[in-house]
């Protein structure tokens, strides 16, 4: 309104006749000609002739000039009448609305005056009724509206004929003959639709239900797409849009009865015009059944439905439930096969897929629960149908193998269906999605996953040919040939997208299949393209978290395991064949949830593994992949404990495992890589349980088994060449490891994991201890260790052997290298070396035999060296790195080099081993021979065999004689510079041990039989400054500290170790000419050992063969002394491994009679205390016991062993007590004997220290091993006490040994030469001893007696060195060593526990006792036969009587009455007084004077000996701090002998008068004893100040006193 008010101006109105009609006219003339906006020029129009009119009713204008410019304006425009009476329209109604009248009747004037402009038909229509009648148009308006209602009834309302078909049906019948006539003429949609508009105008035909009936037709004429298509779109043209919707809808519902079924062609009809766009899917979905809440609901009954059948196979029925059950479930059935109510949303859905229509099926989908449509099977089928059709060009170019035909599958004829996929890329965009839901239905179309798998098998390769897969973080790798970031970008997708279809589709849809192996095959072709860490964590999803997605699924799973249960629970060594078969089956499907089963069952029941491992020979490949997976996945399962709850033994379920493992790798082609990496990972975490697999599988793939429990026969072979390995090396005969040792390597050397698996592992040893250790009982920490290094011996043994000498030396790296940047311990590093080097020299040598022909020995053999200098040069620069430069003053790197980098292969051939070989091989053909039954075929063949491998083997033979000549040539050359020896013998022998010896001996079987050639050749080849005596002497002496610190493996080799020492010893032992031709006249046994260079001497410095056999003697009552120690100490560690030992040294040891039946005593006692405690230490004991009684027979009494003279009776203090059975020695054969003795087992100082450092340095790990042990150092109150009485008793041991040689002049002349061994034998062995007595003298005050002491015993010292001076219990009188007794035995008691706690860390030891000399010997009155009689009744073991006092307590009786009758005539108490004072007073002032004379010397000596000193490491100054009187004395005082306190043994003395038998109160004396020694320490260093009078008279009281001593020693235990 407002812009027709702008239209006409109020001036126009008023000036209307001049200008305003004119305006007016050319206004309307402007908009009619604007045609460029029909539709706004329209509505200015008629604004326009609303406004004129306006005017006129308002009054403003005249209607006869209003009609006379509507006349002209009429002609503007053809609707302009229309326009003028939609004007009229609107005023009716407004001025009918008003209450002037005047308007109204201007308003009646102008349309009367228009009336000829206007036609009545159109006034009529747009008008009111009342407004007519005015305007006279009509009569009465009230008939008029009757009239008009009456029409429109008519017309809307009454139904007419020809809606009913059966009455008019002409129409129709002519319509269905057009539609369905033959339509391949050149009859289009147009010129039919033609026709029906005629016949539905002709007979009056209803248009809804002509669409409703070509529709129909369409129906029943499904081929005519293109026709009806077009016609039916054409048709709308005239209908509403709705229509057609509502037509299809009516359809629907009409078959939405109980029982109705939809036909398949309206699906059809439904799904073509919604491709066609011609309805809208949201339309028709709404009039589809059953409503989409309804199908949720299902869904989810179909869960509960599978959870229910799943608990149902799970419960334990009982039989007679069962046939219930059975019935209840039929019943059921029954009932669910009544049919249920169409899905038609499933039939659209069907249809849509079939035309390919792949937009609107998907949307139907998503409105469903996943894979819900899919699960059934029409659906899923034709969706696989669609994904042929869309792959099928992509698939024929790459997928289709060599040589297959296939049959081609046409497109769908339908512009509107999926593109097919040209290419990879293509099949991203669709079918990757129309697989996806698919899901597990894949599995109805066996074909489509196999095109599937394929095409995923050629992306690989594709991926594989111009890109590298890594498996790192980034996926997929280019070797860059020109390829844009945004190809490699999309080739990950698509490798992504591969991963989630194999993951989401192809491996539920294999579960789904029925046992088919074909594409079980199939799918492992593209798996195996993947590297395994994408594989596994493809088949844990599928293990843990595919199964429960889906219902199906669900119910599979449970029907697996329960078909599982029931293969498992008939599975037999006899019927492995058929189970093998089911298992099979089963397993096509479901890999992943059986193994899982049968697993659980090998780990509860590890006799299954055999037959189980048999039984997977029906495996495919990708199942033998899933099974590793499995297999690893059971390991790291975190719920499981590793070790059994006692906390000492790894659980027998990683145990079964591991060797299930072994079996089934070896035995099937499986990938190894996961399984490695695995253990690799874990040892990377400091886990060494899982070590256990590694060495299961090394044993049984590459048949190298590492086991302690070796023959000598199979060691000696294992010394030889590869083929007497082979042979005679191992237990069982392992054959054709071929395949399987190189599917090892391969696994190896692929993934990068041969070196790093090895550093690992040696790491780890120490690892164990000290990481893993922690918490763990120290029987399963030795346990693991030793699991730890047998892994790596074995291990690296299978590379030494099966890599190619390329190999192993690109990835093995230098020493130093390996030892300061790997922190590989030493023995490890060379062990992993030494192949390196062997190679190494062997391809030298043969590069210089071909340079020259030369083809004499020795100009092979100056090859041999040459080529070995040039290989170990690098390596004597590299080692020096390892040790401190204070080491290469005694050994030279050379030397050192030479031990570690030579083998047994290297020193000798087992000639016994290959002629035993080659016998068998005989006998076998002889056999063969005899054999009448074999055909000859055959006969000639293994003929054949055993020909060829004895030829083989002599040929070995010959090869490693010549080699092991070679090497003993360069050896002979070599040796002048091995052993520098620039500080001293004895400490080059220390470092010789500690850093050759000792570690190896203990590294394996074969090394231990080494060391002890390698020290025998070193002898042999009478190498300077090596002391063969000492280096023995070492090895036999202080086993104790190194047995104690071995795991039980260590122990066993060790055992072997000191087998084979003993076995060379006992040979010279054996026969003087052996002795003479083998040790006479060399440097190793000369008996003065010169700082260096010097090596001559004359035949009086070598150890004649009788001294010689004392030695041995001594030695073994050594190994006594510590075997019996470390049996009574009650700790698992020490007897467990002492029994091993013993067990290992049962050939040489014990030879002699009384140390024998004292070992069997206390053996025996073994076995009784840990029946019921221990059962593994009574196995062991009783094992030992029962060998060691049948060897009984072959041991001697002591004469035999070593030749002993009857003492003669004044000659009392000249008589040296060499060990148990030396009493009567002379004292020129006993010295000689006490002279080693001296130099090792008495000396207190640094000797004993080195020698324990020795052992202990260099198998410290036994101080860290037992943590335990280690808490009990305290109680130093009475130390300081304890140090004192040990000085004053050496002090006395001085005094008396000087007295002894005044006494014994005809001793001298050979004493002197020992002396120059024993005391001259460089200053400073005596140097360290005073060094210590300096240290013990500066820890603690003194007495002003004991300073006077010390004082003599300097001044004694002082004049010894000009004679012999022998530092020996046991090489005392009997006379002195009564005087002496109490004090030596306290000082060695005192020694030799520290020395014991040095090592155990202060363990309870009630083990008591000097490891010294026994009882003394009675007067030479007693025959030699009854002395050895009282020996062995009294002293049943080797060590102090109260050492062994538990064996003692057994002989109580038979000891005291001995002692009663074997009363020898005795001083009064007066004369022994006065003899004692005297006594006394000689000694203290030789003492005095010795003292002076000892602290000038010690100062001078100090200088040279700080350096050895600072080299002792941190830990061995601690155990000097410990010797000095830092230890806990409690256990000191309450192991020394009760006899040892001056005080109680004269209460013993009378208690002995009144009581013949202190048998009764023997322990709770003894428990007494125990208990007051510890506090009575102090009073008993309080009463050797008091009372050295009274002290002295009770010793030099001869075999009375001994007697009573005894008596009373005997009570307390």
Known sequence: MAAAAGALPAEWIKNWEKSGKSEFLQLCRTLSENKSHENVTFRDIQQVLYELANHVVKGNLKHDQASNVLSDVIEFRDDMSSILADVFCILDIETSCLEEKSKRDHFTQLVLACLYLVSDTVLKERLDPETLESLGLIKQSQQFNQKSVKIKTKLFYKQQKFNLLREENEGYAKLIAELGQDLSGNITSDLILENIKSLIGCFNLDPNRVLDIILEVYECRPEYDEFFVPLIESYMYMCEPQTLCHILGFKFKFYQEPNGETPSSLYRVAAVLLQHNLIDLEDLYVHLLPVDNAILEEHKREIVEAKQIVRKLTMVVL???????????????????????????????????????????????????????????????????????????????????????????????????????????DLRKEVFNMLCYLGPHLSHDPILFAKVVRLGKA?????????????????????????????KEKMEILFSCLLSITDQVLLPSLTL????????????????????????????????????????????????????????????????????????????????????????????????????????????????????????????????????????????????????????????????????????????????????ILKEVVQKMAGIEITEEMTMEQLEAMTGGEQLKAEGGYFGQIRNTKKSSQRLKDALLDHDLALPLCLLMAQQRNGVIFQEGGEKHLKLVGKLYDQCHDTLVQFGGFLASNLSTEDYIKRVPSIDVLCNEFHTPHDAAFFLSRPMYAHHISSKYDELKKAEKGNKQQHKVHKYITS??????????????????????????????????????????????????????????????????????????????????QDKLLEEEKKQLEHVQRVLQRLKLEKDNWLLAKSTKNETITKF???????????????????????????????????????????????????????????????????????????????RNIYEKECGNYPGFLTILRATGFDGGNKADQLDYENFRHVVHKWHYKLTKASVHCLETGEYTHIRNILIVLTKILPWYPKVLNLGQALERRVHKICQEEKEKRPDLYALAMGYSGQLKSRKTLMVPENEFHHKDPPARNAVAATVQNGPGGAGLPTSLSINAARLEETTAEEPGDKLKEKTQGAVKVINKAANATPK??????????????????????????????????????????????????????????????????ETKEKTPKSDKEKEKAKKEEKTSKDEKSKTFVINAESKSAAEKEREKEPSRERDVAKDMKSKENIKGGEKLPVAGSLKSPVPRSEASESEREQKRRKVDTHSSPSHSSTVKDSLSELKDSSAKHYINHTTPALSKSKEREVDKKDLDKSRERSREREKKDEKDRKDRKRDHSNSDREVPQDSTKRRKEENGTTGSSKHSKSESPSDSPRSNEKEKEKNKSKSSGKEKGDSIKTEKMEKSSSGSKKESRHDKEKPEKKEKRDSAGGKEEKKHHKSSDKHR
């Open 319 to 425: 039989s007679s439930e069962k046939t219930e059950e059975k019935e209840k479930e039929k019943d059921k059935e029954e009932e669910k096969t009544e049919k249920p109510p169409d899905n038609q949303k499933l039939g659209l859905l069907e249809a849509l897929l079939k035309v390919g229509d792949w937009q609107h099926a998907q949307s139907i989908m998503d409105q469903m629960p996943p894979f819900y449509a899919t699960s059934h099977k029409p659906i899923a089928i034709a969706l696989c149908q669609l994904v042929h059709v869309t792959i099928e060009p992509l698939y024929r170019r790459v997928g289709v193998p060599k040589g297959a035909k296939g049959s081609p599958i046409s497109s769908l004829q339908n512009k509107r269906a999926p593109k097919q996929a040209e290419s990879f890329e």
């Open 868 to 949: 070995c200098e040039l290989v170990m040069a690098p390596v004597h620069d590299a080692v020096i790195s390892l040790h401190l430069p204070k080491v290469w003053d005694d050994i030279s790197p050379q030397f050192y080099a030479t031990f570690w980098s030579l083998t047994m292969y290297d020193l000798a051939v087992p000639h016994n081993s290959y002629d035993r070989e080659v016998n068998k091989l005989k006998v076998q053909m002889k056999a063969i021979d005899d054999n009448q039954e074999m055909p000859p075929n055959k006969k000639k063949k293994e003929k054949e065999r055993c020909t060829a491998l």
């Open 513 to 692: 299949m029925d046992c088919n192996a074909c594409m079980s095959e199939e799918l492992w072709g593209m798996f195996k393209t993947f590297p395994y860490q994408y594989r596994y964590r493809l088949y844990g999803q599928w293990k843990n978290e595919t199964y429960n997605s889906h219902p199906l699924l669900v119910k599979v799973k449970a029907q697996t395991i329960d078909r599982a249960k029931y293969i498992m629970k008939r599975l037999t060594k006899e019927n492995v064949k058929p189970s093998g078969r089911q298992i099979g089956k089963l397993s096509h499907s479901n890999p992943t949830i059986l193994f899982d089963y049968i697993l659980s069952q090998i780990q509860k029941y590890d006799n299954l593994i055999t037959p189980v491992v048999d039984s997977l020979k029906y495996l495919t490949s990708l199942n033998y992949d899933v099974l590793a997976y499995c297999i690893i996945e059971a390991l790291a399962n975190p719920e499981k404990e590793r070790m059994k709850h006692d906390d000492t033994t790894i659980s027998s379920w990683l145990q079964s495992l591991a060797s299930f493992c072994g079996a089934v790798f070896r035995k099937y082609p499986i990938e190894l890589a996961g399984l490695l990496q695995y253990v690799a990972n874990q040892l990377k975490a400091g886990k060494s349980f899982d070590l256990l």
């Open 993 to 1071: 041990l500690q850093l050759c010896i000792f570690p190896r001996c203990i590294f394996s079987a074969i090394d231990a039989v080494y060391c002890a050639h390698f020290v025998e050749l070193v002898h042999q080849q009478k190498t300077p400054n090596f002391s063969t005596l000492l280096c023995y002497d070492r090895v036999f002496s202080d086993i104790i500290y190194t047995v104690a610190s071995c795991t039980e493996n260590e122990a066993s080799r060790y055992g072997r170790f000191l087998c084979c020492m003993l076995e060379t010893v006992t040979r010279w032992h054996s026969d």
């Open 459 to 487: 992306f690989m390769k594709e991926v594989g040919t111009s890109k590298k897969l890594n498996s790192d973080d980034r996926m997929v790798k280019f070797q860059s040939d020109g390829n844009k970031q945004e190809d």
């Open 1269 to 1334: 042990v280690m808490t009990s150092n305290g109680n130093s109150a009475s130390n300081s006490k304890i140090i004192k009485e040990k000085e004053e008793k050496e002090k006395s041991v001085k005094e008396k040994e000087k007295e002894k040689k005044e006494k014994t002049p005809a001793a001298i002349p050979e004493a002197k030469a020992l002396g120059k061994d024993g005391k001259d034998k460089p200053k400073e062995e005596r140097a360290n001893k005073d060094d210590k007595t300096r």
